[in-house]
């Protein structure tokens, strides 16, 4: 099992700026893809970016493309999810997830572990 756990969120303003941490520990973090997801209270569970485990291959969702940057340092065991432009449409609950394995997933249900998340809202 690998925990997760998030940090960065906050309060920002339409335009803005936040870059999400998600810090890695338990099993070799290095052999897990990593995805960043994010929920809305009463809507579903809503892909963001991934990651391979070797940081050379990311997929994004639409919404994000060209806004966000997944990023991974496996030395620290750590991934991040840099968000600019942001808009008030992207205001919700990231979350970080980890798999073993080479692919790149974009699912939820193929994630093993999950972090408990950290809220990011954007005001008009």
């Known amino acids: 099992q690998v925990r997760l756990e998030e940090s960065g969120g906050g309060l920002v303003q339409t335009g803005g700026s936040l870059r999400l941490s998600c810090v890695a520990s338990?099993?070799?973090?290095?052999?897990?893809?990593m995805g960043w997801f994010r929920q809305v209270p009463g809507k579903e569970r809503e892909f963001v970016a991934a990651?391979?485990?070797?940081?050379?291959?990311?997929r994004y969702a639409d919404s994000v493309r060209g806004r966000f940057t997944v990023t991974r340092d496996n030395g620290k065991n750590t991934g991040y999810l840099q968000m600019n432009s942001l808009k008030p449409e992207d205001t919700a609950v990231y979350s970080c997830?980890?798999?073993?394995?080479?692919?790149?997933?974009?699912?939820?249900?193929?994630?093993?572990?999950w972090g408990q998340g950290t809220q990011v809202t954007v005001s008009s």
């Open positions: 990651i391979n485990w070797a940081g050379t291959e990311t």
């Open positions: 338990g099993r070799s973090f290095i052999s897990n893809a």
């Open positions: 997830a980890a798999k073993p394995t080479i692919l790149v997933p974009t699912v939820d249900w193929e994630y093993n572990d």
